[in-house]
């Protein structure tokens, strides 16, 4: 599809399209830097295996994801994919190629850089929301809420460019709970101005594949000085069956129609836990994938470190308990997927996880990646067996209510009797004026 010149914005969300909406070219290409952010913070856990490595990958996870989902909610509600959308989006990417690469230096100066390098970033997102302002009046109280919010949260992290760690690092601390309480704050607002129950789940899945893709990543890069040796080829493809097991259950279970909150919906935890919760997940699969990259390049004979081992398993632990969450938070129709016994097996899985990083440090490299491996592995038999019985269960019901509709239109014996004595009657009457007839003739 061409762009157009000037298409200004609009609110998507309350459109009647004939086809559901899907994600744009704009869209996909936007996401390919944050393949490249999500990498580098990645990398930079992968060459500091630390408690401290592991709060630093933490404190540049949440502000990447951040602005990532504040392009995606914006784009969301009022993206035309027009000249100028494009032109805000791919000067946007800039800021956030700007900010991948000040992740891997030294920690003041490259703290700096990302530091601006984020500010810019969300002011160009302000300028997208001042643009929608203008064009759409129905939705002003709504932006104009959300640019005083992130102009808050952006002045305080200006600040932080001139103030030296630690201070600064509580200073972006501060700016994120402001930008992450700006929504929730204006939930009476947004709940005029909904979410489109197509288009946002898919985004948030399509970050979620990005995220997984990094296992695969991390399995070819931990294989690739070992060789061709059993161990190796072993504990490689247990971490590829470990990350496929991620990615089914989480897709097979995807079902973001919560998204979208109600007219009669008088409380709104289930869309913020929801969307809330995929931070977590995401950033505890990224981890998963750094774990697997450390076990699958292990050397064989020697003992697996504590964190490398903690890494990878309590990163599946939280992924499952996260999957709960979101499980918990999904609305869906009666019926139609048996979610407390899913909410169950994941987080019976979670604990399975633990016990494995209990263990895990008796065991070989190989054993412990099956393990864990097993873990994952259990989750999807489970989904099927569930989803496989939950289908059954459909059917019988099916099969029984057809049958009751049927008995409920048959007729009973005292019915049958009465229409054979009436038939009997008539044909008696008949006969009665028959006879009449043939005497006259």
């Avoid at 097979?252 to 919760?277: C, E, H, M």
Wanted: proline share 4%.
């Amino acid at each position: 599809m061409k762009v157009a010149a000037l298409r200004p914005p609009r609110l998507r969300t309350t459109e009647t399209e004939a086809e559901e909406r899907r994600v744009t070219w704009t869209e996909l290409f936007y996401d390919l830097v944050f393949v490249v952010a999500v990498a580098g913070i990645g990398e930079r856990l992968l060459h500091d295996s630390s408690l401290t490595g592991l709060l630093a990958f933490i404190g540049l996870y949440v502000p990447v994801w951040w602005a990532w989902a504040g392009f995606t909610f914006y784009a969301d509600r009022y993206d035309t994919d027009d000249l100028g959308h494009r032109l805000l989006a791919v000067t946007q990417m800039v800021a956030i190629a700007f900010m991948a690469a000040s992740i891997s230096g030294d920690e003041t100066g490259s703290s700096t850089a990302f530091a601006l390098a984020y500010i810019a970033a969300r002011l160009i997102l302000i300028v997208m929301y001042l643009r929608a302002r203008h064009h759409v009046t129905e939705t002003r109280g709504l932006v104009t809420g959300y640019t005083r919010g992130m102009s808050a949260a952006v002045l305080v992290w200006l600040i932080s460019v001139f103030t030296p760690p630690p201070v600064r690092f509580v200073l972006w601390a501060i700016g994120l709970a402001i930008d992450f309480y700006t929504p929730y704050a204006l939930r009476n607002v947004q709940a005029k101005v909904p979410l489109d129950v197509a288009h946002l789940p898919e985004r948030f899945g399509l970050f979620t594949i990005l995220v997984l893709g990094e296992s695969i990543a991390a399995v070819v890069a931990g294989l690739s000085p070992l060789g061709w040796t059993v161990r190796g080829t072993t504990t490689g493809a247990l971490a590829v069956l470990l990350a496929t097991a991620l990615w089914w259950v989480y897709f097979d279970n995807l079902d973001g129609s919560v998204v979208r909150r109600r007219a009669d919906q008088k409380k709104a935890w289930k869309p913020t836990v929801w969307i809330y919760s995929h931070l977590p997940l995401v950033i505890a699969m990224t981890a998963t994938a750094i774990g697997l990259e450390h076990v699958v390049a292990a050397e064989p004979g020697h003992a697996l470190p504590a964190f490398d081992r903690w890494l990878l398993i309590g990163g599946v632990g939280v992924a499952l308990a996260m999957l709960s969450v979101i499980e918990i938070a999904t609305e869906s129709n009666i019926g139609t997927r048996p979610r407390a016994a899913i909410v169950r097996l994941r987080l019976a899985g979670a604990l399975l996880a633990l016990l494995v990083g209990l263990i895990g440090g008796a065991v070989s490299t190989t054993v412990f990646m099956g393990l864990a491996a097993l873990v994952c592995a259990g989750q999807v038999t489970g989904d099927v067996l569930l989803n496989s019985a939950a289908g059954i269960g459909r059917a019988l019901d099916q099969s029984a209510s057809v049958e009751d509709d049927l008995e409920s239109e048959d007729f009973g014996d005292d019915d049958i009797e009465d229409g054979v004595g009436e038939e009997d009657s008539a044909q008696a009457d008949v006969e009665e004026v028959a006879e009449p007839v043939g005497e006259t003739e």
